[in-house]
């Protein structure tokens, strides 16, 4: 048969919020030992990409109000769920 291998899509703990920064401990401590460096190097990745994506989301709504339209569309955007309410305070 030969090791199971952590996958895409597949689960190694269930039922726990893993994502935030307050389920990772907990987490952690469930996963084999072997798991445990490989996934703190994700979740180091994670932040890292989280950060990122903040950054570009500010700059691009600092870019985007140089443009006439966007007086028009980004308080739209600013209304959906997932549009740029984080970035654009109505």
């Known amino acids: 048969m030969g ?7 597949r689960t190694l703990v269930a039922g726990m919020a893993v ?10 401590k469930q996963l084999p030992a072997a798991y445990r460096e ?3 190097t994700l979740y180091a990745e994670l932040d ?12 691009l709504v600092g ?3 140089s443009f006439p339209i966007a007086k028009l569309l980004l308080p739209v ?3 959906e769920p997932y549009g740029l309410r984080r970035c654009y305070p109505s």
Request: charged share 35%; proline share 8%.
């Open 3 to 9: 090791v199971w291998r952590p996958r895409r899509g």
């Open 19 to 28: 994502y935030g920064s307050a389920g990772r401990e907990p987490a952690m």
């Open 38 to 40: 490989p996934v703190r």
């Open 48 to 59: 890292a990409l989280e950060e990122i994506r903040g950054e570009a989301e500010r700059a």
């Open 63 to 65: 870019d985007a109000r």
């Open 77 to 79: 955007l600013a209304s």
